[in-house]
């Protein structure tokens, strides 16, 4: 292994060993001593890219910084190339390099790359939206509004399935996502829910003051906001009569006054 060190850092040479001088003398395993007359200035080139690094003095095995350097635009720190802009190959961060003479490390930069981002109609109507984002980068998942789709008859909007039509959990607009690759976002369509609007009851026959209703002639029908309707059997609901909850309306006397509806 060979060692560069300065002449004030040597007391003395062994053969194969030498004493350092600190607080305490150290005394090395045996090694080979190559002795250097000064230090070299290491520099850095930002090459395209912006800002500084500091000069460095130093001779013998020097690890690579990590770049201080900001990127030109649209591009990446790759690596750092010695003594020239274009000499490979291209080292990295904490590499070990030799010097031995002044050198100029030269930053590397590549172009980020870019990836495809499809929306996805997914049977709807509307056309598929294609948008491009850097790699890394975050995007705000659309509304599908916003893209001018809209719905298949019978459905509501429920959420974006992000890579696959069938991913989950979905996502819901507004929310953010990293790209690392081209990207399908797929807009997903549930049943619109049937809400129940109103309820229908019909009496056939006739009521007399001191008779009972008779429970075949009642009739129940649910009012969707479909305009579809369901029968319901008359005793799921409950009755009421001039204000009075009328527990068994089978068994209700009516009474001579025979006002209000039931």
């Known amino acids: 292994?060979?060692?560069?060190?300065?002449?004030?850092?040597?007391?003395?040479?062994?053969?194969?060993k030498i004493v350092i001088k600190h607080s305490k003398d150290i005394e090395s395993n045996e090694f080979t001593v190559n002795w250097v007359d000064s230090l070299f200035i290491v520099s850095f080139n930002a090459n395209s890219g912006t800002g500084t690094m500091n000069n460095v003095n130093f001779a013998g095995i020097y690890d690579l910084p990590v770049c201080e350097f900001e990127a030109p635009n649209g591009k990446r720190f790759a690596g750092w190339a010695?003594?020239?802009?274009d000499a490979l190959p291209i080292r990295l961060a904490g590499e070990e390099i030799s010097i031995s003479a002044n050198t100029t490390i030269y930053a590397v930069w590549e172009e980020i790359p870019e990836y495809m981002i499809v929306y996805s109609t997914n049977g709807g109507e509307g056309s598929n939206d294609l948008d491009y984002a850097e790699e890394g980068s975050q995007i705000t998942l659309a509304t599908p509004q916003s893209l001018n789709?809209?719905?298949?008859d019978g459905k509501q909007f429920a959420g974006?399935?992000?890579?696959?039509?069938?991913?989950?959990?979905?996502k819901q607009p507004g929310l953010n996502i990293t790209i690392n690759a081209d990207t399908y976002i797929y807009a997903i369509w549930e049943n619109i829910p049937v809400i129940p609007e109103s309820l229908t009851a019909t009496y056939t026959g006739t009521i007399l003051a001191g008779t009972t209703i008779n429970?075949?002639?009642?009739?129940?029908?649910l009012n969707y906001s479909d305009s579809s309707t369901e029968p319901v059997n008359a005793g799921a609901v409950e009755y009421w009569y001039n204000g009075q909850h009328i527990t068994s309306p089978v068994a209700y006397v009516f009474g001579v006054e025979l006002i209000g509806n039931l």
């Open 1 to 16: 292994t060979w060692y560069d060190l300065p002449a004030s850092d040597v007391e003395k040479i062994e053969t194969y």
């Open 82 to 85: 010695i003594g020239s802009a």
């Open 149 to 152: 789709f809209i719905a298949p």
């Open 160 to 170: 974006w399935a992000v890579g696959s039509v069938d991913a989950l959990p979905l």
């Open 215 to 221: 429970p075949s002639g009642i009739s129940i029908t």
